[in-house]
């Protein structure tokens, strides 16, 4: 008997999953983001998610859950009914070094989300408030040396972009600051900006627009090679300190959200993503913009296990995690 009403209720699942399909979206869809609003992660929610609405007809409600570096916002996520209606935009904080970091955590980020899309990515510029003294990268670590674990720097958390970033700024330099932590680097920046904090490594999404404006110093951009969205920036390597660190993003869906659904919700993205005031608005903020074949859900998930596991390897033998 139990296992004929499991037959009959699988049945009517899979009956109801194309007809779901065909009507979706039918109601506004929700983007939880992981941390505070006018951050990069927002941003890129934000962009995108306009977009995405324009394409489906429907609007995209932007929903920041912040706190413990976007571990409770992937929670919420994962807890929410797997319909397409309710989505997570995170990165490879949130997403990935989050599992290794958290060891408290009461879900699996490589099985009780499915991906959707990869979305853009971006360098890190390391950065000061315009009071610290030093000139060049070369000063700043003079300065920092001079003053171990002394200096406040921001972050969003551990396992947050900006950490990931200082943790790989202090492994190149040698050097440590104290590790302030914010609910975003939104709210970090404008405390960069009014001098409350001095450094900070954060996307080039967040920092560069206050470097262009001429209220923090830029000593370094954490890529191979120079973004040409800021030419004038060196990379951290040609200052004498090689770093490379990009924060990828991506969209995911609760568990058992019907394939249909997630096949949608991904094309609309690649839409997005092909855009070319979407593009623009992105690049000038120093994002590279996924190709489709790269934003497919099935190649994302194997780019984010990949990423999984070569974060751990880092993760754990800098000894970094909370109980
Ligand atoms: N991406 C985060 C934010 O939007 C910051 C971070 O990961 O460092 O605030």
């Not at 202090?170 to 904090?197: C, N």
């Not at 659904?261 to 094309?267: A, E, G, T």
Request: aromatic content about 6%.
């Amino acid at each position: 008997m139990l296992r004929r009403r499991t037959v009959l209720a699988s049945m009517a699942a899979s009956v109801a999953a194309p007809a779901l399909a065909q009507t979706f979206p039918s109601k506004p869809i929700t983007i939880i983001v992981p941390f505070a609003a006018g951050g990069p992660t927002d941003v890129v929610a934000r962009v995108v998610g306009e977009r995405m609405g324009k394409e489906l007809g429907q609007q995209f409600i932007i929903d920041n859950t912040t706190g413990a570096a976007g571990s409770i916002a992937v929670g919420k996520a994962v807890r929410s009914a797997p319909d397409g209606y309710t989505l997570e935009l995170g990165h490879v904080g949130t997403n990935v070094a989050n599992g290794t970091i958290y060891k408290n955590l009461n879900y699996d980020l490589l099985t009780d989300l499915v991906p959707v899309a990869r979305l853009p990515q971006n360098p890190m510029l390391i950065c000061s408030s315009l009071e610290v003294p030093a000139k060049t990268l070369k000063e700043l670590v003079e300065y920092l040396k001079a003053n171990p674990d002394k200096i406040p720097g921001g972050t969003a958390g551990m396992g947050s972009g900006s950490h990931l970033g200082a943790l790989a700024f202090f492994a190149a330099t040698g050097t440590t600051y104290q590790l302030v932590p914010y609910r975003g680097t939104g709210p970090a920046m404008q405390d960069l900006v009014a001098s409350q904090i001095k450094v900070m490594v954060d996307q080039s999404s967040n920092s560069l627009p206050q470097v262009r404006a001429g209220k923090i110093r830029a000593y370094g951009i954490t890529a191979k090679a120079r973004s040409a969205a800021a030419p004038e920036i060196p990379t951290a390597a040609e200052e004498g300190y090689p770093m490379e660190v990009s924060i990828w993003h991506g969209l995911w869906a609760p568990k058992g959200t019907p394939p249909e659904i997630v096949d949608r919700l991904n094309k609309a993205a690649i839409v997005a993503m092909q855009d070319n005031d979407v593009r623009r608005r992105l690049e000038d903020l120093g994002q590279d913009i996924p190709t489709p074949a790269e934003m497919a859900p099935a190649a994302f998930g194997a780019f984010q296990k990949e990423e999984y596991a070569r974060w751990q390897k880092i993760l754990v033998a800098a000894n970094v995690k909370i109980e």
